[in-house]
């Protein structure tokens, strides 16, 4: 089952300054999100396979678009994310089906790598509710510099029968890291931890 888009939305943060300090190069986050059609809304389905295969479909469409808005290579990309929220007539094993089971590889397959959890986030909310899209690095998830969010909202959306999916990609770190921790240069990047 394609997904039912509604609405696509991307932006970029880039952090230029920081308690008075340069940061240069500047940090970059983007989030790419879609509003889609809840098809389970209101009802209870045992089979979840279709919100999987919209997830997957999602997976590569919204990592696709978060890279092209920081104008990098994939493989160029260094932390990641992703959340889902389901208006009131949803349950939160929708989310769960989207970003789950199949978003990971397409997600993967965009960045060229990709050794880590991805991090996640799913909620139910009302129209323009919030949702803060956990990130981690890529490839390490031990590399401290990488531990952040970042927080997403469409004002319209989601309605009570839809999802607001979201994925996350960054060029770097917090600005001015400093709590120690395994160095992007140490990451050897095999088991997803170091």
Do not use: W
Not at 30 to 56: K, Q, W
Not at 66 to 78: F, H, Q, S, T, Y
Request: aromatic share 4%; proline share 8%.
């Amino acid at each position: 089952m394609p997904a039912s888009i509604r609405k696509l939305v991307t932006f970029v943060e880039e952090t230029r300054r920081e308690m008075d300090r340069p940061i240069d190069p500047p940090t970059r986050r983007a989030a790419a999100i879609a509003v889609i059609a809840n098809p389970f809304a209101g009802r209870y389905v045992e089979d979840l396979a279709p919100l999987m295969e919209i997830g997957e479909e999602l997976g590569a469409l919204l990592t696709q678009r978060a890279v092209e808005a920081l104008g990098i290579d994939g493989p160029d990309a260094e932390s990641y994310g992703k959340a889902a929220a389901v208006g009131e007539n949803g349950e939160l094993e929708h989310a769960a089906a989207i970003l789950h089971p199949r978003m990971g590889t397409p997600v993967r397959k965009v960045l060229g790598k990709g050794a880590a959890l991805i991090p996640s986030a799913k909620k139910r909310c009302a129209l323009g509710g919030v949702i803060d899209v956990p990130l981690g690095h890529k490839d390490a998830a031990y590399v401290r510099s990488h531990f952040d969010a970042m927080e997403v909202r469409v004002p319209d959306a989601p309605r009570a029968d839809e999802i607001l999916v979201a994925i996350v990609v960054t060029d770097s770190g917090r600005p001015l890291p400093r709590v120690g921790g395994l160095t992007k240069a140490e990451i050897k990047g095999e088991d997803g931890l170091r």
